[in-house]
């Protein structure tokens, strides 16, 4: 028995356990965590899953495009910073510092803010430059940062939140949990969560509908919002509106070996468990932070309406024919329906910026 398996075994003594209590184990345990262990599960080969930086540098590139558009707003302030919450190997960091020109790549800094040991270590090769010229650091999860001027970015990361399902069973609500003879839905609420997806089911809720609920994005909302004096937030990730995913009954996911596995709760702690996000909440949350202008859309649409495309087609005529292929897969992936491009969106919303 793994020593997760145990910590498990020991907890279900004391009763039911929640969903997102087992999630929180399985991901964040100090010690045997999925988050938390000392390799990462990370690429292609052998690994649980990627996300669209094992793709190429084309999310990079797109957000350095928009990025400089976003400082030109807000009047081209003297710096810059993008501070990634749940920032990983970096990758991203490395990529849109790579791609960042002229007098906004003077302005831009870079804070990467991931607490996770193997990401922060494959981080520190990454941005190796960048941290050795001081246009790029790392700042722990509990540092509370000075008041500055750029972008809060995040790439995945509230998928990985902790989040507890519920389900609409035609007379009540119920939350997944795990009992002494394995998974189960148990009876509760009305709670903050039941009035929130009640309130968001589109012509009333029927039996199967439910969504997962992720107590934490509040707090995560407000700690990356507060030392945003003005700019822009920018969130990738998976997920949908509310009313979609109450509509759908989404549930907490697993992956193993790139492929969605339905048994969250086996081998916890050695796969990578996730939950929608839930974009009208998100949304909703940095409106009350101060945020104005909050919207989401897909991945592809906003690929298509932000990413220098007309360049990248200049800059690949150049390029050695394999090379050129890879960046048509990496665009191909972003911003296709079946790939990236619908099941991920992106959400924008600006802090202080007329
Ligand atoms: C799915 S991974 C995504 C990593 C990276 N953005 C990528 O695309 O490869 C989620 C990451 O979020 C981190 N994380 C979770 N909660 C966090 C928090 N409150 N602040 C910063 N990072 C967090 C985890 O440690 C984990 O490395």
């Given amino acids: 028995m793994s020593a997760l398996a145990g910590l498990v075994q020991d907890r279900l003594a004391q009763g039911p356990m929640p969903a997102a209590e087992a999630m929180e184990l399985a991901l964040y345990h100090p010690e045997h965590g999925y988050y938390r262990r000392s390799t990462g599960p990370w690429g292609f080969e052998g690994a649980d899953y990627y996300t669209a930086l094992d793709l190429g540098p084309l999310l990079g590139e797109a957000l350095a495009v928009r990025f400089a558009q976003a400082w030109e707003r807000m009047g081209r302030p003297g710096q810059f910073v993008v501070l990634e919450a749940g920032a990983g190997r970096g990758w991203l960091g490395r990529d849109l510092l790579a791609a960042a020109q002229?007098?906004?790549?003077?302005?831009?800094?870079?804070?990467?803010?991931?607490?996770?040991?193997?990401?922060?270590a494959a981080a520190r090769e990454a941005l190796a430059p960048h941290l050795a010229a001081g246009t790029a650091r790392f700042a722990d999860e509990d540092e509370v940062l000075e008041p500055f001027q750029g972008a809060v970015l995040s790439n995945e990361l509230f998928d990985a939140l902790p989040a507890q399902p519920w389900r609409w069973d035609g007379e009540?609500?119920?939350?997944?949990?795990?009992?002494?003879?394995?998974?189960?839905?148990?009876?509760?609420?009305?709670?903050?969560?039941?009035?929130?997806?009640?309130?968001?089911?589109?012509g009333g809720l029927e039996p199967g509908d439910g969504a997962p609920w992720c107590q934490g994005l509040p707090r995560l909302v407000e700690s990356l919002g507060a030392p945003l004096a003005k700019g822009l937030f920018l969130t990738i990730d998976y997920g949908d509106a509310a009313s979609r995913l109450v509509d759908k009954g989404a549930d907490i996911r697993r992956f193993r070996g790139h492929q969605v596995d339905g048994s969250w709760w086996e081998d916890m702690?050695?796969?990578?468990?996730?939950?929608?996000?839930?974009?009208?909440?998100?949304?909703?949350?940095?409106?009350?932070?101060?945020?104005?202008?909050?919207?989401?859309?897909?991945?592809?649409?906003?690929?298509?309406?932000?990413?220098?495309?007309?360049?990248?087609?200049?800059?690949?005529?150049?390029?050695?024919?394999?090379?050129?292929?890879?960046?048509?897969?990496?665009?191909?992936?972003?911003?296709?329906?079946?790939?990236?491009?619908?099941?991920?969106?992106?959400?924008?919303?600006?802090?202080?910026?007329?």
Avoid at 189 to 202: D, L
């Fill in 269 to 354: 702690g050695s796969a990578d468990l996730t939950a929608d996000v839930d974009f009208t909440r998100l949304a909703a949350h940095l409106e009350g932070a101060g945020f104005r202008e909050a919207g989401h859309v897909s991945l592809s649409r906003w690929v298509r309406a932000h990413a220098p495309l007309a360049q990248w087609e200049a800059d690949w005529q150049a390029m050695e024919p394999a090379l050129r292929v890879k960046r048509m897969e990496n665009l191909l992936q972003l911003t296709l329906p079946s790939m990236m491009g619908e099941r991920f969106r992106v959400l924008e919303a600006w802090k202080n910026c007329d």
């Fill in 102 to 120: 002229g007098p906004f790549r003077d302005a831009l800094h870079y804070i990467h803010r991931d607490d996770n040991p193997a990401a922060r």
């Fill in 172 to 202: 009540g609500w119920r939350f997944e949990a795990l009992g002494p003879e394995g998974q189960t839905w148990l009876p509760g609420g009305p709670c903050e969560a039941t009035e929130w997806f009640t309130a968001q089911a589109e």
